[in-house]
């Protein structure tokens, strides 16, 4: 049992213990009680200005004891060290990062109604790369002397596939995709595909049955909303996908990809949680965002309003590296009301479309920072999650080379026996 002496115990103090402690295995009490302080013998942790007996002091910011938002909170970095107003405040730091305080002010987005990188904190201090929020806990526990080393053994990786597409040319209608290999200059190899001559190129899911039997875990997400500029999947009704859907879903877990148009669309969202339903026959608890298009909380809101339980949406779409601060999965707190939701929110480290095209990397180049990146999760004991699509994966065109780069992620982690998670803490 762990022991805080703090005057005001408050949802936000009370969320950020629950994150360093109780998701770790670790036990806390908040005290606000100086005579019943004194009779404490275990582990302590001052969170207050009063001269008092402890193990650890942590003079507190207000940010734990505020509600709302405001804008002149500064978080700077200086002899590796980040503070908060000038202040050495890890649980409001730890607390900063993880609610998305900042993306609650005004910042620009992109074209996508997306966040964008350049915007965050932690980017323009050049520590988006580490698990911030995971380092400042690890260095807590580390004042406190208890054993983190159990928390790091607990390390895994998570790949996750989303399928946008999941042929490109078999199981459409006909003209439509003669249409396309006209437009494209693909004609040809789109006819010997469709006479069985060829294998479909987005068709890579032996592959992914593969990786799945090298890790504990995959996660896989099926793309239902209806046709549009940006949603070019194949009918939800298909039969050859329906089937996809269920052996994939058989195979790792599958979740709802909401359409480009559904996240925020509550009654969008509905729907194609429906048509997932109704093919692998349970209920949808696992979601990610299309596009990554998430605008926080009201999309959080609306995800958590129709059932969903762990959302994977949480990086960046046009940068690599932890967006939240960190690499464990972390329970979304609504600033808006001022109190933890029920929300699981899975980070990623990486997108392949990122290494790609946003950052402009070479496929050697990409498994430099790949490593980097897996290395800092292992230090903290997290969970490497990565996204990768079944169009990617191919070894083909565009993509030539790029599927050495999963090979290189899967190389470095090892199916792990221990995994500091329940089975079901991901489902």
């Not at 042929?167 to 494209?184: E, M, V």
């Not at 509905?270 to 209920?283: A, D, K, P, S, T």
């Not at 980097?372 to 990768?388: A, E, R």
């Amino acid at each position: 049992m762990i022991s805080v002496f703090c005057e005001h115990s408050t949802p936000r103090l009370r969320y950020v213990l629950d994150f360093c402690f109780v998701q770790r295995g670790f036990e806390y009490q908040v005290i606000s009680d100086t005579t019943a302080w004194s009779k404490i013998r275990a582990l302590r942790i001052n969170y207050s200005h009063h001269a008092i007996p402890c193990d650890y002091l942590i003079k507190p910011h207000d940010l734990l004891f505020e509600e709302g938002v405001r804008e002149d909170i500064q978080i700077t970095a200086a002899d590796t060290e980040i503070r908060i107003d000038g202040m050495t405040d890890e649980l409001a730091l730890i607390f900063r990062f993880l609610s998305r305080y900042e993306e609650y002010l005004p910042h620009e987005r992109d074209a996508h109604d997306r966040y964008m990188s350049s915007n965050s904190e932690l980017v323009k201090l050049n520590l988006h790369h580490q698990p911030v929020a995971d380092q400042l806990n690890k260095k807590i526990w580390n004042k406190l002397g208890l054993d983190y080393t159990l928390v790091e053994s607990g390390f895994e990786c998570v790949p996750s596939f989303d399928i946008d597409v999941a042929w490109a040319y078999k199981h459409r209608k006909l003209g439509r995709s003669i249409g396309a290999g006209i437009t494209n200059g693909k004609l040809r190899e789109r006819l010997r595909v469709l006479a069985g001559k060829e294998k479909d190129p987005y068709d890579t899911y032996s592959y992914i049955t593969e990786i799945s039997a090298k890790v504990n875990r995959i996660i896989c997400f099926a793309l239902l909303g209806d046709w549009s500029k940006y949603n070019k999947n194949i009918h939800w009704k298909n039969e050859a996908y329906g089937s996809l859907i269920r052996g994939l879903n058989a195979t790792g877990g599958m979740g709802i990809h909401p359409s480009y148009e559904a996240h925020l669309n509550a009654a969008k969202l509905q729907e194609e949680m429906e048509r997932l339903e109704h093919i692998v026959g349970h209920e949808i608890v696992k979601s990610r965002q299309h596009f990554l298009r998430l605008r926080i909380p009201e999309s959080y809101e609306i995800l958590i309003s129709k059932g969903i339980q762990r959302d994977f949406t949480m990086g960046y779409a046009d940068n690599t590296g932890f967006r939240a601060g960190t690499s464990f999965p972390f329970y979304f707190f609504n600033l808006r009301s001022n109190e933890a939701t029920p929300l699981l929110v899975f980070p990623f480290a990486y997108m392949d479309g990122v290494l790609k095209d946003q950052l402009k990397m070479s496929p050697s180049a990409a498994k430099e920072h790949v490593k980097d990146l897996i290395d800092s999760v292992k230090n903290v004991g997290g969970v490497f999650m990565c996204i990768w699509h079944n169009s990617s994966i191919n070894d083909l065109g565009e993509w030539k080379g790029w599927k050495d780069v999963l090979d290189y992620t899967m190389s470095l982690v090892e199916k792990n026996d221990f995994s500091g998670f329940d089975e079901d803490f991901f489902d």
